[in-house]
Each structure stands twice: as C-alpha cells, then as structure tokens.
T-cell receptor, first 113, second 113 residues
C-alpha cells in the first residue's frame, strides 16, 4: 500500500541554520503531497502542499518540490528561527473517496537561539 | 471564522467504560475525517464522512469503535469498552469537499486507566 517515510528526528539546529527534512513516498497513483506542522500544544496545521509533479509548495519561508522521479517531497528552509520548533509531518492523499491523509511518523525540530 | 472544534479536550476513563468524542467541523464543510495519533502508531486514519455517510469503515481499529454524523455537521466517535491501547489523541479534520485541504481540530487526548 501507499506509505510515507520521513527522516528520523529529533533534529536540533541553531537559529539561522539551513533546514532539510527528507520525505519519500510510495504510491500506486499520483497523489497530492503535503507538509503539516504541529507546534507545541497546538493542532496540526497545513504548512504547504503540491498537487502534481514538479509543483513547488511554499509558505513561511519553507519550500518543498514534488519530485516524481525520486518520489520525494523534501522540506527546506534557508534560515530557521526558534519559532519554527515543532513536529513536521509529511503526508499524501488522492482526494475524492481516497481523501484520507497518509502520514509519515513526523520529525521533531528544535531550534536553539 | 471558527475552526474545527473538538470536545472534550482531555478525557480520562477507566478500562471497560464507553466514551464519546465530539467534533464540530467548519461550517459548510461537507467532508469530515477522524484520525488517531499515538506514540506507537503515529497518525492513522480511522474514518471519513461525506455528508452524513461513511462509505468505508475499514480503518476503524475494532468493532468497539463507531462513528456517526448528523445534519451534515457534528460528528461523534464512540469507543465502547475502552482498553488501555485506545489511549491516544483523537483528531478530527474537515474540508469543504473531499478534494479540498483538510483543517484539523486541536484533538481530544484520551487516557484509559
């Protein structure tokens, strides 16, 4: 079945460092891809998404490009802030009757001042 | 506007008791989803509704779990004869249609003693 694999955490970075969180997927079709973020004590929020190959999703300085050839959707940010400390989840779905999200295990990011 | 709300935010119960978890989706959203977040299993999909109908209940972990949605709005997830392995955060999400972005509620943290 379809699945999402994320790099193991936790990831600890200093403020202004570059961030990459790897995400790869296995899919039988052509899913939409998502990054969700969960800040401490809060619910899941959509960070960005891409619906087809070569699309780039971006939000709050984060970016991810849908790479069909490598089945990847890596999350990147050029300069992280302390406020970016959170758990990041990569996910996929197909919409319609297969609209349920399939999530990776999550990657905890801690950014130190 | 108001987001997805869930109640209660926390629930502690004794093994063998029944619990009801409530989700109020964003007004006008026709699709509603239930997920479970636990340390061992990560984020797993349970069930979705299109209107008041749940076409596929195969994601529910056991026959102790049931869900309903009335008036195309509020949904209730019921767990009968709770077990310790039911302890988790239960998340609800809604979307305008099955094709659209899912917005998550803050979750109900269930602890079964």
């Amino acid at each position: 079945g379809d699945s999402v694999t994320q790099m193991e955490g936790p990831v600890t970075l200093s403020e202004e460092a570059c961030l990459t969180i790897n995400c790869t997927y296995t899919a039988t079709g052509y899913p939409s891809l998502f990054w969700y973020v969960q800040y401490p004590g809060e619910g899941l929020q959509l960070l960005l998404k891409a619906t087809k190959a070569d699309d780039k999703g971006s939000n709050k300085g984060f970016e991810a490009t849908y790479r069909k050839e490598t089945t990847s959707f890596h999350l990147e940010k050029g300069s992280v802030q302390v406020s970016d400390s959170a758990v990041y989840f990569c996910a996929l779905n197909y919409g319609g009757s297969q609209g349920n999200l399939i999530f990776g295990k999550g990657t905890k990011l801690s950014v130190k001042p | 506007g108001a987001g997805v709300s869930q109640s209660p935010s926390n629930k502690v119960t004794e093994k063998g008791k029944d619990v009801e978890l409530r989700c109020d989706p964003i007004s006008g959203h026709t699709a509603l989803y239930w997920y479970r977040q636990s340390l061992g299993q990560g984020l797993e999909f349970l069930i979705y509704f299109q209107g008041n109908s749940a076409p596929d209940k195969s994601g529910l972990p056991s026959d102790r779990f049931s869900a309903e949605r009335t008036g195309g709005s509020v949904s209730t997830l019921t767990i009968q004869r709770t077990q310790q392995e039911d302890s988790a955060v239960y998340l609800c999400a809604s979307s305008l249609t099955l094709q659209e972005t899912q917005y998550f509620g803050p979750g109900t943290r269930l602890l079964v003693l």
